[in-house]
Structure formats: C-alpha cells, structure tokens
C-alpha cells in the first residue's frame, strides 16, 4: 500500500503542474488567476506529502497498480470540486441520466451489443 500511496503522490505532484497552463491563459485574458494557482498548490501539495510519506518504494505489483488507477480517479475529480472547474453535482438525476445514456450511445464499443440484441443476428 506504501508503494500505491507513493505513486500516487507522485502523480498528483505532476498533475499540479497542468494548472499552470490555465493560470497563464487567464492572466493574459485578464482575469483572476488565483483560483488555478490555489488548486495546484493544494494539489502539489497534497502529491508532495502522500510522496514525502511513503519513502523509497518496491516495485508495483498488480494490485497495488490497481489500487493507483482507482486512487488516482478518485483524487483528480476531488481536486476538481475544489478548484474553477465544474462537476455534474449541480444537474439533476434525469440529466445525469440522458448525459450517461447519450455516452453509452457516442461509444463505437456499444455497435457489438447493438448487433448481439438484434433479432435478425440470431436468426441466421
């Protein structure tokens, strides 16, 4: 677990970096910059310490992998929350549903399901 929070926190480190980029472009369109640069400190912050924690690391086996992919997808949205940029939260349960429904249908992986559900598929 030691080696999962490492990486992690290595990852956060370098994912603060990314703010940097929308802290520029709002300076040069004049607005405040503040809110990029707080988000990417907390998540500097945040990395450096979860890295600082865990010390020298063993190598990843294959759960402690999975356990970075699922960290890091739980993480990344949580900084988002913080920060200027939006979430689903304030929609509603039916808009939350029509958007899932109309990923489902932007997927090119959902043309085998169409296929295997059809009846003609299974007739010949």
Known sequence: ?????????????WFAVAFVAPAVVALAAGEPSWPFLVTGLAVAVTGLALKRLTGRRPPLDIREGFLVVVAVWLLVPAFGEVGPFGSYAPLGHLSKAILTALMFLGRIEIVPLAVLLRRSYWRA
């Open 1 to 13: 677990m030691r080696t999962a929070l490492g990486v992690v926190g290595a990852l956060l480190a």
